[in-house]
């Protein structure tokens, strides 16, 4: 049976996304996808004080639905840098691990990034592994398979959407204080930028939970 995930490569990516790779002992991440336009790619959702809010980065204009994910570039024609880092502040700029984690965040808002690729690659690796101690591995894929070709992988790759509050059904949200849950409810499947900010290192504790038994209750 399967124990890696095979996945896309997100933006910030949702709790879903990180609990599937949580539960993996190491990760397999697509590289060699071409980029889909109104995915979670280039796009992410925090909880801000008017509800859920998302978070775009904007790409250099081009026929990017055939593009391959590792030559799309990000256009800075736009402040969008200071625009979602702004967002972050005042989503949680109240929340109990804000001060921890922020000034080493702030940097990924300065540095410009040519490939949307890399930017994601090294967010995630900040968050996931450094930030909330993922013991396992990334590992790039070498070549481009087919869906579900992967023999000893677990093929997540079109297993998540682009809208916000929805997920596969294997995913168990698993409710933690949030900033403005008083005002909207809790809301599920965020960025994991959100468990970082409201629950610190024990948000690996809700990565865990929210996919219990994997991989059984993946598909196969």
């Not at 949680?92 to 965040?105: D, R, S, T, V």
């Not at 540095?111 to 396992?136: P, S, T």
């Not at 949030?178 to 990565?207: A, M, T």
């Amino acid at each position: 049976m399967a124990t890696i995930p095979l996945l896309p490569l997100f933006y910030l990516p949702p709790v879903s996304w990180c609990a599937a790779a949580w539960n993996g002992e190491d990760m397999l991440i697509e590289c060699w996808e071409n980029y889909q336009k109104g995915s979670l790619r280039n796009r992410c959702y925090i909880a801000g004080p008017n509800g859920i809010q998302g978070l775009s980065i904007p790409l250099v204009k081009g026929k990017h639905q055939q593009t391959p994910l590792q030559e799309v570039r990000i256009s800075y024609d736009e402040p969008w840098q200071r625009q979602h880092w702004r967002s972050i502040c005042t989503a949680y700029g109240n929340a109990p691990y804000f001060e921890h984690y922020a000034a080493e965040l702030a940097p990924f808002y300065e540095r410009r990034y040519e490939f949307l690729f890399n930017y994601n690659l090294d967010l995630l690796e900040f968050i996931l592994c450094d930030k909330l101690n993922w013991k396992g591995m990334f590992e790039c894929t070498q070549d481009w398979l087919p869906t579900q070709a992967y023999p000893l992988a677990t093929d997540l790759r079109e297993a998540f959407s682009g809208e916000p509050g929805v997920w596969p059904e294997w995913f168990i949200p698993v409710r933690y204080p949030q900033v403005f849950e008083e005002r909207h409810g809790f809301l599920p499947n965020l960025s994991v930028l959100d468990v970082l900010f409201c629950c610190g290192k024990r948000g690996g504790e809700i990565l865990n939970a929210a996919n219990p038994g994997y991989p059984d209750h993946l598909p196969k």
